[in-house]
């Protein structure tokens, strides 16, 4: 063996030291290598749902890398003495360097260990409002829904955002403690219009197209919002009555899926079209302009009417 180190010295101008480091370091990242690989194996074998399989494959990374830079730090650095003070010699020009990229560090670490929100759900940051599909050291990827198309359906593009927006920009999280969304419905029809038919006929649709609980997931539901202080009353549907300038309004509150908005707007509103149209006595508001003449103006044009 010194032999051979000796040869490749005199060949290559190589030192021993730095051959045996360069030997510990394949060892090394041979040997996390396998591990990895064999974690991976047996989780993707015994776990069957692809998101808690997604994140324990993201966490085995994480793992094996962090452990990979240790060991190989503690091979050529000799000791984490010696790390420690080339740290401590770089550090001040580090952090004014990589600043952003240090605050998207810091960020994944909040995000992993607070959780404000996780794969799979339905967030918005700033104007962006996606479906988390991947969370990196460094940002985090939405496919994002809304933009050009209406009721947050999916465009087809996906947005990276910086991990440090989660210190510095609100975030709205579809999914927290409560797996389903409010969403209302605006109905104007006019006030000669039998408006307590009307509302008769908007509550009994709002009873079919909204999502029915059950007993023991209305108990879930009521669970979860309690540990989160979100208290909610009533999960039926309801249609509330308002007077507006051009009518009288009626407002569907239901229950949705946060997948179905758009599919039980559609629903909602085909039904009501189809409703009013076999209701003569009930008509749809839109804006509208009035005149008003008096008698005397009436009269007025009466002789201006009369033939010379």
Not at 52 to 73: F, R
Not at 101 to 120: E, S, Y
Not at 234 to 249: A, H, S
Request: charged share 20%.
């Amino acid at each position: 063996m010194r032999r051979i180190e000796h040869w490749i010295e005199e060949a290559i101008g190589l030192p021993a030291a730095a051959q045996e480091n360069i030997v510990f370091s394949v060892v090394v990242l041979a040997g996390l290598w396998i591990i990895s690989r064999l974690l991976l194996r047996v989780a993707s074998q015994r776990q069957t749902d692809s998101r808690k399989l997604y994140q324990w494959k993201k966490t085995t990374n994480y793992v094996v890398t962090g452990l990979g830079i240790i060991l190989l730090a503690n091979i050529w650095f000799e000791g984490f003495q010696s790390i420690a003070t080339f740290l401590g010699l770089l550090s001040a020009g580090l952090v004014v360097a990589l600043r952003d990229p240090i605050m998207n560090m810091f960020g994944w670490v909040f995000l992993i260990w607070k959780r404000p929100f996780k794969v799979g759900d339905r967030i918005k940051i700033q104007e962006y409002t996606g479906d988390v599909i991947d969370i990196a050291f460094f940002q985090f990827s939405l496919n994002e829904l809304g933009q050009w198309v209406d009721s947050e359906q999916a465009t087809g593009r996906v947005v990276h955002v910086p991990n440090s927006f989660v210190f510095t920009q609100a975030q709205t999280n579809y999914n927290y403690a409560f797996p389903f969304l409010w969403n209302e419905i605006q109905v104007q029809i006019t006030f000669e219009s039998n408006w307590q038919k009307a509302k008769a006929m908007l509550q009994g649709v709002a009873n079919r197209c909204s999502v029915a609980l059950s007993e023991s997931a209305e108990q879930m539901v009521r669970r979860e919002s309690q540990r989160h202080l979100i208290f909610y009353q009533n999960f039926q549907p309801k249609v509330y009555t308002k007077v507006r300038e051009n009518g009288i309004q009626l407002t569907i509150r239901y229950l949705c899926n946060l997948n179905g908005r758009r599919d039980s707007e559609n629903q909602i509103w085909e039904e009501v079209l189809d409703l009013f149209r076999k209701s003569p006595d009930i008509h749809f508001a839109y804006p509208t302009t009035r005149f008003y003449q008096s008698a005397e103006d009436q009269q007025q044009d009466k002789q201006d009417e009369k033939p010379i």
